[in-house]
């Protein structure tokens, strides 16, 4: 049965689960630009105005002071109904959204225990990790539980994200006090103690201690991490089979492997083999990745507390290694330029064109994607955490010395490829939507033309310095029944069919000498060009 087959329970249970991981991160980057700017008390005013009405989690720990002190003065009634009138829907989308990362991981640990328990019949860890469809989901979902917890994390600040629940819990009593895992929901998003000020430190370990707070099954963990060390789960090296381009085909498993690391922190501490495999195989030619949407991560900041991930690091940071791989990106930019715009001239993308020279063109698009990811990844601005770290700083100067960096040529190299990639995927889609009715036109001509050929040779129709041949009569006649039997549905038969078909008039062609008589060899060249 296919694992994501409608009846498959288990299938459709993980399947819903990583879609609703999506959905949640979708929710939590929209919230996060529409934070109400009063519950981070930035502003001056608000902080004398609002500080005896919006709390941290102190608040739990002296509930009733804070709440006889707003009593005892009216103006401070008046200002808290006022703040949850205004912010009582926001707040409770917010609630909402941070409910939904606690019901969600709750939601996985009772799937493994299930799986493990043998509620899916059939079905069981090892199983779905072995299966194609199965690995993927199992490990995206780990990989969305983290994603969830840095986003929270990086883009809502652990104080607002304590007055944010402070603030719902006040305001919404009956609710809140109905629900069960309120308190859950407090303990697994209570600030971490990071900030994305550029001067903020990283706090002490950061953030395996924040993934630890709701334990997963750590046999789930380790299989997963083994999953996304050894196998290509998304089969994309078929995609990329030039070996330099091997770390771009895995960079989507390489940003999930990152995440997942640090649900199993000794191995980044202290399993230097483990470390070593991963580098050289994920990252021998990039330190800086794309974990998510657009939000990167230097590795070299990010691994620096882990003993074992930084050894491991620091065999492809050397300045040589760092040097070649600038230039060669750099020198490929130059190289492509040229090709893109000759590409680009118009009438220069032409079906026959893109039909005989697709795995050329579709090289040159694999190659302009490789070097402009490298490139606006290596030399785009450092996040605050990674600008203060002096290595990452001299490792991106020293890209953005050794390639000549030129941002103007690399925005026009983006511009073109997408370009490119859109006349491509428009031509590509005109012929595949005409495919049939140009199959049926050819097919109908290329009989004709046959039927017509052996006329020729029967000596009943003249034409200058044709003699009559029965042999070729007859053969030309079989190749109109051979090319009308051709079928449109049974694609590989009628291809190999074609080859042979070509090669055999060819070959009747060099044999009886037919090049020399003109009609015959224009409507042979004809026949051959329509197949």
Avoid at 105 to 128: H, M, P, S
Avoid at 154 to 181: C, F, K, P, Q, W
Avoid at 235 to 243: D, E, G, H, V
Avoid at 312 to 327: G, Y
Wanted: proline letters at 3%; hydrophobic letters at 40%.
């Amino acid at each position: 049965m296919d694992f994501l087959a409608e009846n498959n329970n288990c299938g459709q249970t993980i399947l819903r689960l990583v879609a609703r991981g999506n959905a949640i991160i979708a929710e939590l980057l929209r919230l996060s630009d529409f934070i109400p700017p009063v519950f981070k008390l930035e502003n001056k005013n608000d902080q004398p105005k609002y500080g005896d009405i919006i709390s941290d989690f102190s608040y739990f720990k002296e509930t009733d002071f804070f709440e006889e002190r707003i009593d005892s003065r009216p103006e401070l009634q008046d200002l808290d109904e006022e703040l949850r009138e205004n912010n009582i829907e926001i707040l409770t989308r917010f609630y909402l959204a941070f409910e939904s990362i606690h019901k969600y991981v709750t939601d996985l640990n009772r799937f493994v225990d299930d799986l493990d328990e043998g509620v899916y019949i059939q079905q069981t860890l090892e199983t779905v990790l072995l299966n194609s469809d199965g690995k993927q989901l199992m490990c995206e979902a780990l990989y969305l539980y983290g994603v969830m917890l840095l986003i929270v994390d990086m883009r809502i600040d652990g104080i607002v994200r304590e007055r944010l629940l402070v603030s719902y819990h006040r305001y919404s009593a009956a609710r809140s006090a109905g629900e069960s895992n309120v308190d859950d929901v407090c303990k697994l998003l209570r600030s971490t103690g990071y900030s994305s000020a550029p001067s903020a430190r990283r706090p002490l370990n950061y953030p395996e201690e924040y993934f630890g707070r709701l334990p997963i099954n750590s046999t789930y963990v380790n299989m997963a991490i083994g999953r996304l060390r050894s196998d290509d789960i998304y089969n994309q090296i078929s995609a990329y089979p030039l070996p330099e381009h091997r770390s771009t085909a895995l960079a989507s498993q390489a940003a999930m492997l990152y995440i997942v690391l640090y649900f199993a922190p000794a191995m980044l501490h202290t399993q230097q083999a483990k470390m070593r495999e991963i580098v050289d195989k994920y990252f021998p030619d990039n330190w800086v990745i794309s974990i998510y949407m657009g939000i990167t991560v230097n590795l070299v900041e990010a691994w620096e507390p882990y003993k074992a991930a930084k050894t491991a690091l620091n065999n492809v940071l050397e300045a040589a290694a760092v040097k070649e791989l600038s230039v060669r990106h750099a020198r490929s930019m130059q190289q492509l330029l040229p090709i893109m715009q000759q590409c680009l001239q118009e009438g220069a993308l032409t079906e026959v064109v893109v039909l005989d020279r697709i795995p050329k063109l579709m090289n040159t698009i694999r190659n302009c994607n490789v070097v402009l990811r490298w490139l606006m990844l290596h030399t785009h601005a450092l996040q605050p955490s990674a600008e203060s770290n002096k290595k990452c700083r001299q490792l991106r100067d020293q890209v953005i010395a050794d390639s000549g960096h030129q941002p103007l040529q690399l925005f026009q190299l983006l511009l073109m490829t997408a370009h490119f990639e859109l006349k491509l995927k428009d031509m590509f889609k005109k012929l595949l939507t005409e495919k049939q009715s140009k199959w049926e036109t050819h097919k109908t001509e290329s009989q004709e033309r046959m039927v017509e050929l052996s006329e020729v040779f029967s000596g009943t129709k003249p034409l200058t310095r044709v003699e009559k041949n029965e042999n070729l009569q007859a053969w030309f006649g079989e190749m109109a029944k051979q090319i009308g039997s051709l079928s449109y549905e049974d694609s590989t038969s009628a291809g190999r069919k074609i080859v042979q078909l070509i090669q055999a008039l060819e070959e009747v062609q060099e044999f009886h000498q037919l090049e020399t008589i003109l009609q015959v060899d224009g409507i042979a060249l004809f026949v051959r060009n329509s197949f």
